[in-house]
């Protein structure tokens, strides 16, 4: 399967867009300009507000609006923390309506820029529960690592396969196969894979309030 790579504020060109067909992964652009600039009217803010709210550049912010560029996860997490809104906002298409099933080719996949990390979305943000729930790929001795996001969020974590190293503001959890870990996710904290096979989790996001 193919998976779509950014680095920020550029992106490989998806097989689609050399071959004329269109796949979930072409639509990702699109989606995400749409709910920026959806998101960005809904709170009365000029580009330049944006920029600053964010830490984002204006003209960067411009290209993703306007679907010129794909954000890496990096910059779609300041955003968001930016807007006090989950990823998941960025790729939303349409309302809930009661039961959704998500076929595994049709699932959103964000891919580090080194590649050693794969987040599939598997179930988008929820109004009600105030949750997402991920899908993560740590590869071999690789690791991710995050400023921390907004205010009172929460990860509740479990490791399906492997082992993964769990850092939460400088203290460090080793985690095995079944374990689980949940922790305030507005600080800094890291993952990390200190073995030399793949490592597969799932992760639930907990927001505090209303984010959208």
Same mark, same amino acid.
């Given at each position: 399967?193919?998976?779509?790579? #950014?680095v920020d504020?550029q992106?490989?060109?998806?097989?689609?867009?050399?071959?004329?067909?269109? #796949?979930?992964e072409?639509?990702?652009g699109?989606?995400v300009?749409?709910n920026?600039?959806?998101l960005?009217s809904?709170?009365?803010?000029?580009?330049d507000?944006?920029?600053?709210? #964010?830490?984002?550049?204006?003209?960067?912010?411009?290209?993703?609006?306007?679907?010129r560029?794909?954000?890496?996860?990096?910059?779609?997490c300041k955003?968001?923390?930016?807007?006090?809104?989950?990823?998941?906002?960025?790729?939303?298409?349409?309302?809930?309506?009661?039961?959704?099933?998500?076929?595994a080719?049709?699932?959103?996949?964000?891919?580090?820029?080194?590649?050693?990390?794969v987040?599939?979305?598997? !179930?988008?943000?929820?109004?009600?529960r105030?949750?997402?729930?991920?899908e993560?790929?740590?590869?071999a001795?690789?690791?991710?690592?995050s400023?921390?996001?907004?205010?009172g969020?929460q990860?509740?974590?479990?490791?399906?396969?492997g082992?993964?190293?769990?850092?939460v503001?400088?203290?460090?959890?080793l985690?095995?196969?079944?374990?689980?870990?949940?922790f305030?996710a507005?600080?800094?904290?890291?993952?990390?894979?200190?073995?030399d096979?793949?490592?597969?989790? !799932?992760?639930v996001?907990?927001?505090?309030?209303?984010?959208?």
């Amino acid at each position: 399967m193919n998976f779509l790579h #950014t680095v920020d504020g550029q992106e490989d060109a998806p097989s689609g867009a050399r071959d004329g067909t269109h #796949t979930e992964e072409d639509l990702i652009g699109p989606r995400v300009a749409r709910n920026l600039q959806r998101l960005r009217s809904k709170r009365y803010l000029s580009m330049d507000a944006l920029a600053r709210l #964010t830490g984002v550049s204006r003209a960067m912010l411009a290209q993703i609006e306007s679907g010129r560029s794909v954000p890496s996860i990096k910059v779609l997490c300041k955003i968001a923390k930016g807007l006090k809104v989950s990823i998941a906002a960025f790729l939303e298409d349409r309302a809930f309506e009661g039961v959704e099933l998500l076929p595994a080719q049709h699932s959103k996949r964000l891919v580090s820029a080194s590649g050693v990390f794969v987040s599939r979305a598997l !179930f988008p943000f929820d109004m009600a529960r105030q949750s997402e729930f991920y899908e993560i790929r740590l590869g071999a001795l690789g690791e991710e690592t995050s400023k921390g996001h907004g205010p009172g969020v929460q990860e509740n974590l479990v490791v399906a396969q492997g082992v993964l190293e769990v850092s939460v503001n400088q203290e460090r959890y080793l985690l095995s196969t079944g374990d689980s870990i949940l922790f305030y996710a507005d600080q800094p904290h890291r993952y990390r894979n200190p073995a030399d096979s793949e490592a597969l989790a !799932f992760l639930v996001m907990t927001y505090p309030e209303r984010m959208d």
